[in-house]
């Protein structure tokens, strides 16, 4: 399996009156800077062919956005990357097939601690993912077993890339 992790767009920042952490949306700037990263990173990443997301309203618009830049995927939501334990969303990959490419789109410090458990429990904080990044995770064993990193990039980076 490969896994591809995404941490959701810039969204109106919690504590905002009137909107419930669940609740907060996408910013108009996140919304299109993430387009741009999204194109970026439909030309270093292989179209998914599982995309699960948080229902969480910024990180279902992250991953429409993400769905839009690859083509021929649908986002699935999963409530374990909401609110869920790290236990519960590796519980939720290994349902997936093997040999799949799988994205998911969730939130910190959920996304970092994944990631901090895919590769032998390092320190999640080595992994602290910018709004809009993105990590590639290649799992011979499946999510269960031990993974190796193969790219970790912060969404400036993606931006350029889909302007060169």
Do not use: N, Y
């Not at 896994?3 to 299109?32: C, K, M, N």
């Not at 387009?35 to 990173?41: E, S």
């Not at 077993?145 to 990039?153: A, M, R, T």
């Amino acid at each position: 399996m490969r896994l591809l992790v995404i941490r959701h767009a810039s969204a109106v920042p919690a504590g905002t009156p009137g909107i419930a952490d669940d609740d907060r949306p996408l910013t108009a700037r996140g919304r299109s800077r993430f387009r741009r990263a999204a194109r970026g990173l439909a030309r270093i990443a292989h179209r998914p062919d599982v995309l699960l997301t948080s229902p969480l309203p910024r990180a279902s618009a992250t991953a429409a956005i993400a769905a839009k830049a690859f083509g021929q995927v649908e986002p699935t939501v999963a409530e374990a990357l909401a609110h869920g334990s790290l236990a519960e969303i590796v519980t939720l990959l290994g349902r997936q097939p093997t040999d799949a490419i799988v994205a998911v789109v969730g939130h910190e410090p959920t996304v970092s601690g994944l990631v901090a458990r895919l590769l032998g429990g390092g320190s999640p904080a080595a992994f602290a993912f910018k709004k809009g990044g993105a990590a590639l995770v290649d799992l011979p064993s499946g999510p269960r077993g031990s993974g190796s990193l193969v790219w970790f990039i912060k969404p400036r980076i993606l931006r350029r890339l889909a302007s060169s």
